[in-house]
C-alpha cells in the first residue's frame, strides 16, 4: 500500500543529494588536515538534513558540554543519526557492518565513527579505538543496544560497551556519562501510535531502500531528544551497574515520550 507522496520523496532525495555531495570534498579536507572543520560542520549539515526530510526535533533537558563525554542513546532508525548529529558535536560509536553498506558507510567514515563488531563488543581493537577518541577529548555517540529496535521498547545495554567509562580525564576526573532518549512521537501533529511508527523505526529485516523511499513521502515528524541526568563510573559498583542504571533511565525515557506524558527534565548538575 503506498502512503505519502511519491513528489515529496522524489524533491527531498534530490535535495538531499544536492547538499550532501558538493559537502563531501569538504569534510574528507577537514579529517585529512583541519580537525576542527570535521568535528563542527557536520552539526549544521545535520540540521539541513533534518529539516529537508522534514524532521522536527525537540529537545528536554540539556546536553552536556565538557568534553570528553559519553552519550548513550537508544537507536531505533539510520535518522537518528541525522537527529543527534545535529545537535551533539561528536562521532558515533556503529557496528561494523555500517563499513560496508553502499554510500552511508562514506558518509560514516567521514564524521569519524569508531566500527565495532557487535558479536564481540569486548574486542581490544574496538574498545581502544574508542578509549583513543575520548582521551583526545572526542565525544562519543554510543548506541548500546548494539542494534535498532522498533521505538517502542528499550533493547538491554550490552554492558561490555561501558567499559570506556572507566577512562581518567587529565584533572585525573572520570569521564562524563550521559542517557539520552530518544523516541518519534508525532507525525503531522498527530501522535505516533504502533500502526504509524515503523514508517520511521527501521530494525529487523526491513530493507533500507523502500523504507527511506516511503519515510520520505510522509510529513513532517516530530522527534523528542530528552537529555538525563549525567553519571561517571565513579557512582556506581561497576560498569554492569553503571549500564543498568542508564538502560532504566533511557527506558523511561522513551516510555514517557511515546505516551505523551513527559515533564520537563530538570537542569543536569554541571559536569566534572
Known amino acids: 500500500m503506498l502512503i505519502g507522496s511519491p513528489a515529496r520523496a522524489v524533491l527531498r532525495i534530490v535535495v538531499y543529494a544536492a547538499l550532501t555531495l558538493p559537502l563531501l570534498p569538504i569534510q574528507l579536507l577537514g579529517v585529512l588536515a583541519i580537525p576542527p572543520l570535521a568535528r563542527w560542520l557536520p552539526i549544521p549539515y545535520h540540521r539541513v538534513v533534518c529539516w529537508i526530510l522534514g524532521i522536527k526535533v525537540r529537545v528536554n ?11 548513550v542513546v537508544n537507536h531505533v ?26 554510500f552511508f558507510s562514506i558518509l560514516a567514515k567521514l564524521q569519524r565513527s569508531v566500527f565495532i563488531d557487535r558479536r564481540m563488543t569486548a574486542t581490544k581493537e574496538g574498545q ?22 522498533d521505538g ?40 505516533l501510535g504502533r500502526h504509524w511508527r515503523p514508517f ?13 523511499w516511503q519515510m520520505a513521502g510522509l510529513g513532517e515528524v516530530e522527534v523528542l531528544v530528552n537529555f538525563h541526568e549525567p553519571v561517571s563510573l565513579a557512582d556506581f559498583a561497576d560498569r ?18 511515546n505516551s505523551g506524558r513527559l515533564e520537563k527534565l530538570p537542569e543536569p548538575r554541571q559536569a566534572a
Open 152 to 191: 517502542t521498547r528499550v533493547l538491554p545495554f550490552r554492558s561490555a560497551l561501558f567499559a570506556v567509562a572507566q577512562l581518567k580525564k587529565r584533572d585525573g576526573q572520570p569521564i562524563t556519562v550521559q542517557p539520552v532518549s530518544l523516541a518519534y512521537t508525532r507525525l503531522d501533529g498527530i501522535a
Open 240 to 257: 554492569k551497574a553503571l549500564a543498568e542504571h542508564c538502560f532504566k533511565i533511557v527506558n523511561e525515557g522513551v516510555a514517557a515520550s
Open 200 to 212: 520511521y523505526t527501521w530494525f529487523g529485516d526491513m530493507e533500507l531502500a523502500p523504507h527511506l
Open 77 to 102: 532508525s539510520y535518522l537518528d543519526i541525522e537527529v543527534l548529529g545535529g545537535l551533539i558535536p561528536g562521532s558515533f560509536v556503529a557496528k561494523k557492518e555500517v563499513a560496508t553498506w553502499p
Open 61 to 71: 533537558g540539556r546536553m552536556v558540554r565538557k568534553r570528553p563525554t559519553l552519550f
Open 128 to 149: 581502544d579505538e574508542m578509549f583513543r577518541r575520548l582521551s583526545e577529548y572526542d565525544n562519543l555517540i554510543l548506541f548500546p543496544e548494539g542494534t535498532s529496535g
